[in-house]
């Protein structure tokens, strides 16, 4: 099972970015994932890490909710 985090911007207001990927993932793995866990942070950042490793960086990363829910599937595959 994987653990997923998504850290994320409070004063820039990504909170709706967060829960619209949040939501991705959880209809896409389900029940495969331990926990899809909102974290708040600030400076900017918007990132996503499954099971501790970023798959996700809004500064060096284009923002792709597919390609983010296919980065966080190739850890949810690796631990099935």
């Given amino acids: 099972m994987t653990d997923v985090e998504i850290e994320y911007c409070v004063p820039c207001g990504m909170l709706d970015r967060a829960q619209d990927l949040q939501h991705a993932l959880l209809s896409e793995y389900g ?3 331990d926990s899809v866990a909102l974290v708040t942070g ?3 950042v918007f990132k996503v890490r ?12 284009d923002y792709d909710v597919d390609a983010i829910v296919e980065s966080v599937g190739e850890k949810v595959s690796a631990s099935a």
């Fill in 50 to 61: 499954a099971d501790g490793e970023q798959v996700f960086d809004k500064e060096s990363d």
């Fill in 31 to 33: 029940e495969r994932l």
């Fill in 42 to 44: 600030d400076s900017g």
